[in-house]
Nanobody, 122 residues
Framework: QVQLVESGGGLVQPGGSLRLSCAASGNIFRIGTMGWYRQAPGKQRDMVAAITSGGNTNYADSVKGRFTISRGNAKTTVYLQMDSLKPEDTAVYYC????????????????WGQGTQVTVSS
C-alpha cells in the first residue's frame, strides 16, 4: 500500500504565509514527479506546482513568485511554501505523486493525498 499524507493547511489572513507538507509512505520503489493541485468549490482541480525527482520545478502562472515547491532529502516528502496569500488561493490542496510500487518492475501509478483546506480570509 502507498499513502500520501498532507498537513499544514488552515486559515490565514491575506498577505500571510502557510507551508504545506506531504509525506509518501508504503512499499515504494521510486517516486518521480511530485506536485500540488488545488480545487476551489465549483471549479476543476488545477495544478499549482510540480517538482521532478531531479529538482526541476513548474508553477501555475497565478502562483509564480509567491509559492515555492521543494522536496526533502529522502525525496519522499514534498513541501509547498505559500507566501503573499490571496483570497483567491482559497481551496482544498491535494498532493500528487508518480510512484512505482515495490520493485523496478512494479506497477506505476498516480497517487493522491486526502486534501488539506487552505482558507485565506480577513
Amino acid at each position: 500500500q502507498v499513502q500520501l499524507v498532507e498537513s499544514g493547511g488552515g486559515l490565514v489572513q491575506p498577505g500571510g504565509s502557510l507551508r504545506l507538507s506531504c509525506a509518501a509512505s508504503g512499499n515504494i520503489f521510486r517516486i518521480g514527479t511530485m506536485g500540488w493541485y488545488r480545487q476551489a468549490p465549483g471549479k476543476q482541480r488545477d495544478m499549482v506546482a510540480a517538482i521532478t525527482s531531479g529538482g526541476n520545478t513548474n508553477y501555475a502562472d497565478s502562483v509564480k513568485g509567491r509559492f515555492t515547491i521543494s522536496r526533502g532529502n529522502a525525496k519522499t516528502t514534498v513541501y509547498l511554501q505559500m507566501d503573499s496569500l490571496k483570497p483567491e488561493d482559497t481551496a482544498v490542496y491535494y498532493c500528487n505523486a508518480d510512484i512505482r510500487y515495490g520493485s523496478i518492475s512494479g506497477a506505476r501509478g498516480d497517487y493522491w493525498g486526502q486534501g488539506t483546506q487552505v482558507t485565506v480570509s480577513s
